[in-house]
């Protein structure tokens, strides 16, 4: 049923840029890529959302490459309270309402 | 704002019993979706209320139920529980704005089932 495909950990070193990658090929031109962030199993925290062009917001950068198929998610200066389970969905609209399609996230970890 | 709040935070249940869980949305959202999340996975959907019907549904079996009351707030029913049933379970809540549509998730009820 997932959409994404994300590697299933990465290091990063603390005060520098994260970029997490996401492959999701089958992208539709209407679904939007979200990301979330999971911490010790507390429920999954927004991060940011795109549908063509990149994003950026307080928390992050969202590149979103022309043909759809893949997405990075940069965090600019990674802080030990990043170390989390960061998630990329696609969300499909079917009708009037959504869902949202996780994959199995990457567990970024970053270190001092 | 209290954002989305879950009950019980824990809970333990023998195989074959039956096992009711709640969410209280957001305020200001109308839309509950539940999702189930196995050790190590990302979650996956269950189902979605809006106006009290069931809108959407992922792949799982009848003994997953659910309501939508008038003030927003839900159930997620589970019968028979078997010992797969064991996981996070969350809830989020949304008010779908095209475009501008965010899900908010709870902090999530732990199931164990023995």
């Known amino acids: 049923d997932a959409k994404t495909t994300q590697p299933p950990s990465m290091d990063c070193a603390e005060g520098r840029a994260a970029n997490l990658p996401c492959n999701h090929s089958?992208?539709?031109?209407?679904?939007?890529v979200y990301w979330y962030r999971q911490i010790h199993s507390q429920g999954p925290q927004y991060i940011i959302h795109?549908?063509?062009n990149n994003e950026t917001n307080e928390m992050a950068s969202l590149i979103i490459t022309e043909d759809r198929k893949s997405s990075t998610l940069i965090l600019p200066h990674a802080t030990l309270r990043d170390t989390a389970v960061y998630y990329c969905?696609?969300?499909?609209?079917?009708?009037?309402?959504?869902?949202?399609?996780f994959g199995s996230g990457t567990k970024l970890n970053v270190k001092p | 704002d209290a954002g989305v709040t879950q009950s019980p935070t824990h809970l333990i249940k023998t195989r074959g019993q039956q096992v009711t869980l709640r969410c209280s949305p957001k305020?200001?959202?109308?839309?509950v979706s539940w999702y189930q999340q196995a050790l190590g996975q990302g979650p996956q959907f269950i189902f979605q209320?809006?106006?009290?019907?069931?809108?959407q549904r992922g792949n799982f079996p009848d003994r997953f139920s659910g309501h939508q009351f008038p003030n927003y707030s839900s159930e997620l029913n589970v019968n028979a529980l078997l010992l797969g049933d064991s996981a996070l379970y969350l809830c989020?809540?949304?008010?779908?704005?095209?475009?501008?549509?965010?899900?908010?998730f709870g902090p999530g009820t732990r199931l164990t089932v023995t």
């Open positions: 209320y809006y106006e009290e019907e069931e809108r």
């Open positions: 305020s200001g959202h109308d839309t």
């Open positions: 969905i696609v969300r499909v609209v079917s009708g009037n309402f959504n869902k949202f399609y």
């Open positions: 989020a809540s949304s008010s779908g704005v095209m475009g501008l549509y965010e899900q908010y």
């Open positions: 795109g549908l063509k």
């Open positions: 089958t992208i539709s031109g209407n679904e939007y």
